[in-house]
Structure formats: C-alpha cells, structure tokens
C-alpha cells in the first residue's frame, strides 16, 4: 500500500465522517416520489461554471493540473501553460464526477418539477476576491454553468443566483435587504436541501455553515436538514510552488506532509527528494481537503452522504423504499439499466 493510501487511511481514522452507530445506509440519500421521507427537497447546485470546471476556461483551472512539474510555467507533462492564463487540458475526474451527478440529479428534480437553486460565481473586473486571482469576470464566460448544466436556463423550476462573493447566503442578499435563497426555500416550503457544487471546503462549506446557522437561529423556515453529497463535490490543488509565483494568492496544498512522511516510514511510497508528488500519491493529494471540508460540514450539522439513490428507480429493481435495505446504485449504473431497459426513463 503506497504513502498516499496510508496517509489518507490515517486522516480517515482520525477525523472520521461517520460517526458511532452509523451504518453503510447513513450515508445513503433516497429520494421517493414525495421528497425525502415525505418532506420537501430542494437541490443546490453551489458554482458549477466553466471558470472552474472547464478545462482550458479560465484563470483558476490551472490549480487543477495533476501535474507534478513545478511552477506550471514549466510544465510539459499533462497540461499546455505557458503562461498564468492558461489551463491543463487533461480532464479532472473529481470535477467531471462532480459534473456528471449534477446533470443526472438536476434532470431528476426538473423532470419532477422539484425546486433548483444554482449560485453562479461572478465578478466585476474592479471588485477583487483575494486571496484569489481574477477569476469568473463579467463577459469572459468563465462565469456561465458549464455546457452540461446550461440547459437549466430555461428550466421553469430553476433559480439561477449570481454571487459576487464565496459565501451563497451573502450573495443571495438584495439591495432591498431581502434574502433570494431564504425566500426560496420559504417559497417552497423545502425542509431539506442537498447541496454539490465547488469548492467542497470554501464556496460550498462557507454556504453550508451560514445556512446551518441561519436555520439554528430561525432565519430560514421551514428549512431542517442540510445534506451535503460528497461524490458530487469536488475542490482543487494549489501547490505552494505555483502559489509563489501569484501575487498574493495562498496555498492550498491538498497534502499533509506530516501524514505523507508516516506512510514512507511505514513502507510506502518515495516522496522525491524536490518536494512534488508522484503520480501515485496525486489521487491522495486531491482528496485531503475534500475530505476536510466535508468533515467540518458535518461538525456544524450537514449531513454527509455519499450516494444518491431514487425510490423509482428502487422499485423498477424490486428493492425496498426503506432506508435500511436499499441498494446504492449510481448514476453510472442507470444509464446502463436505462440502455439495457430494466429501469424507466
């Protein structure tokens, strides 16, 4: 077992998502015909726009490069920069799950005509957000839903927010002092909401910790449950080396050293002696704050699931609607079913 695998089984076991008495059924999502145990069930999709899920969009998709080359100036591997502005053009399968789930979970709501609310990162030119570059300016397309998601435009259920700043709820306040995301779960009644979307331990956390504290307070009824869906999130790698090279931009390394050191003192594998991660260690790297923010999430009161299963598709399989003996299976899994025509359209 490599470094990357022995490290990320200590962060595990030391700040755990699941916590005593939960079982495998916990962390599963079911959605029945009536909402979630017969309540209501609002989807939010947190800034899945080209600037950070498009490979070659924009100014922050280079933090995504898995590339161990450093700075990315240099880099002749995996992606194609030359210069700040430009993106890796090799895939990130974080992002494309992230992508890929919310196409199929928004295409359930708006097929039952169930409530969508996507934020939609968007900045003015002369309206900074440090520590972070230029990033999903006005007019660039940076700032628009990625080409699969882009069809909720003119989705009658789907509320679409642009947001000038991390956090959703502050970016949901109008001039007049009200609030678009609290009269939208007002407006329809949503007891619960699930929440995916970038990034899983700033746009997306900082949404779900406001949130939790308005429902704490009573500023956001009828609203009860906020339920983060882990495979439908995903975040970035901003190496201290590239950081260095930015202006005023802060490190986001998605690597414990510390835990890395652990893993080759136990066997694992070599961490070379520059400092860059190895292609096998780069899988680790992507998931530490991931795992991080979601497990803060969970520490402010969202719950964390990590699969998402509808009672409809349930029974077209002769499973049971109950949460205790359902069988997760994945979007993936559909579409095969789908093709093969054992579950319905």
Same mark, same amino acid.
């Not at 709501?109 to 002369?126: G, Q």
């Not at 642009?162 to 002092?177: M, N, Y």
């Given at each position: 077992?490599?470094?990357?695998?022995?490290?990320?089984?200590?962060?595990?076991?030391?700040?755990?998502?699941?916590?005593?008495?939960?079982?495998?059924?916990?962390?599963?999502?079911?959605?029945?015909?009536?909402?979630?145990?017969?309540?209501?069930?609002?989807?939010?999709?947190?800034?899945?726009?080209?600037?950070?899920?498009?490979?070659?969009?924009?100014?922050?998709?280079?933090? +995504?490069?898995?590339?161990?080359?450093?700075?990315?100036?240099?880099?002749?591997?995996?992606?194609?920069?030359?210069?700040?502005?430009?993106?890796?053009?090799? #895939?990130?399968?974080?992002? $494309?799950?992230?992508?890929?789930?919310?196409?199929?979970?928004?295409?359930? +709501?708006?097929?039952?005509?169930?409530?969508?609310?996507? +934020?939609?990162?968007?900045?003015?030119?002369?309206?900074?957000?440090?520590?972070?570059?230029?990033?999903?300016?006005?007019?660039?397309?940076?700032?628009?839903?990625?080409?699969?998601?882009?069809?909720?435009?003119?989705?009658? $259920?789907?509320?679409?927010?642009?947001?000038?700043?991390?956090?959703?709820?502050?970016?949901?306040?109008?001039?007049?002092? $009200?609030?678009?995301?609290?009269?939208?779960?007002?407006?329809?009644?949503?007891?619960?909401?699930?929440?995916?979307?970038?990034?899983?331990?700033?746009?997306?956390?900082?949404?779900?910790?406001?949130?939790?504290?308005?429902?704490?307070?009573?500023?956001? #009824?009828?609203?009860?449950?906020?339920?983060?869906?882990?495979?439908?999130?995903?975040?970035?790698?901003?190496?201290?080396?590239?950081?260095?090279?930015?202006?005023?931009?802060?490190?986001h390394p998605q690597i414990c050293l510390a835990s /890395?050191?652990?893993?080759?003192?136990?066997?694992?594998a070599h961490m070379p002696t520059n400092g860059k991660?190895?292609?096998?260690?780069?899988?680790?790297?992507?998931?530490?704050?991931?795992?991080?923010?979601?497990?803060?999430?969970?520490?402010?009161?969202?719950?964390?699931?990590?699969?998402?299963?509808?009672?409809?598709?349930?029974?077209?399989?002769?499973?049971?609607?109950? /949460?205790?003996?359902?069988?997760?299976?994945?979007?993936?899994? +559909?579409?095969?079913?789908?093709?093969?025509?054992?579950?319905?359209?």
């Amino acid at each position: 077992m490599g470094s990357e695998t022995t490290a990320m089984g200590l962060v595990r076991w030391e700040i755990p998502l699941e916590t005593a008495g939960e079982e495998g059924a916990a962390s599963t999502f079911v959605l029945g015909p009536d909402g979630a145990d017969g309540r209501n069930v609002g989807l939010v999709l947190v800034d899945i726009v080209n600037g950070f899920c498009t490979v070659g969009a924009g100014n922050l998709i280079l933090f +995504f490069c898995t590339c161990p080359a450093a700075p990315l100036s240099a880099c002749n591997c995996c992606c194609s920069a030359t210069t700040d502005e430009q993106a890796p053009v090799a #895939p990130n399968t974080q992002i $494309s799950t992230m992508v890929e789930e919310a196409k199929w979970l928004s295409g359930v +709501f708006c097929e039952r005509k169930w409530p969508v609310f996507a +934020f939609l990162d968007t900045h003015l030119p002369d309206k900074p957000e440090p520590p972070y570059p230029p990033h999903c300016i006005v007019g660039t397309g940076e700032e628009n839903l990625v080409p699969e998601l882009q069809w909720l435009e003119k989705e009658p $259920s789907v509320t679409l927010r642009r947001k000038g700043c991390i956090d959703g709820i502050i970016g949901s306040i109008k001039e007049d002092g $009200s609030n678009i995301f609290m009269d939208w779960v007002k407006a329809n009644e949503i007891k619960v909401i699930l929440v995916m979307g970038i990034c899983t331990d700033i746009c997306v956390l900082d949404f779900v910790c406001t949130t939790l504290a308005a429902r704490n307070v009573g500023m956001v #009824p009828p609203l009860e449950d906020v339920v983060v869906y882990s495979r439908g999130c995903a975040t970035y790698d901003l190496p201290v080396q590239v950081a260095g090279n930015i202006k005023g931009a802060l490190a986001h390394p998605q690597i414990c050293l510390a835990s /890395l050191a652990i893993g080759r003192r136990q066997g694992g594998a070599h961490m070379p002696t520059n400092g860059k991660a190895g292609r096998g260690e780069q899988q680790y790297l992507k998931e530490l704050l991931h795992h991080i923010g979601l497990y803060i999430a969970k520490g402010r009161g969202a719950k964390i699931v990590h699969e998402v299963v509808t009672s409809r598709l349930a029974f077209s399989l002769g499973l049971s609607h109950r /949460l205790e003996s359902v069988v997760v299976i994945s979007s993936n899994t +559909f579409s095969v079913l789908y093709t093969l025509g054992y579950a319905p359209g």
